[in-house]
């Protein structure tokens, strides 16, 4: 059974940083891109990162370039996403979810990705 469960989450000051894992059961995740999504209340639940599985190539969204990192370890089937320099508008249920192109296409889009994580929240407050 394919599965991914999301860790890491919680309350944060503004300007504070966590580290989200997103850990990969049930299938060899070398073959997939993994991305991480995000949804606030009351708005749709966008794409923020993803991760391919050819080179390691990785793609942002600009709310969220230049402060959170994605990275992999294979070995370990879990994905990291490291958010840095946090806003109160980072709030959010934070997903991750596995793509099973290994060059993803439309890597901010949820309509390529085939499975997905329960989330894990993360709030950015003083």
């Known amino acids: 059974q394919s599965r991914l469960v999301e860790s890491g989450g919680g309350l944060v000051q503004p300007g504070g940083s966590l580290r989200l894992s997103c850990e990969v059961s049930?299938?060899?995740?070398?073959?997939?891109?993994i991305g991480w999504f995000r949804q606030a209340p009351g708005k749709e639940r966008e794409g923020i990162s993803c991760i391919d599985s050819s080179d390691g190539s990785t793609y942002y969204a600009d709310s969220v370039k230049g402060r959170f990192t994605i990275s992999r370890d294979n070995a370990k089937n879990t994905v990291y996403l490291q958010m840095n320099n946090l806003k109160p508008e980072d709030t959010a249920v934070y997903y991750c979810?596995?793509?099973?192109?290994?060059?993803?296409?439309?890597?901010?889009?949820?309509?390529?990705?085939?499975?997905w994580g329960q989330g894990t929240q993360v709030t950015v407050s003083s």
């Open positions: 979810a596995a793509n099973d192109l290994t060059v993803p296409t439309m890597p901010m889009s949820r309509l390529e990705y085939d499975y």
């Open positions: 049930g299938f060899t995740m070398n073959y997939y891109a």
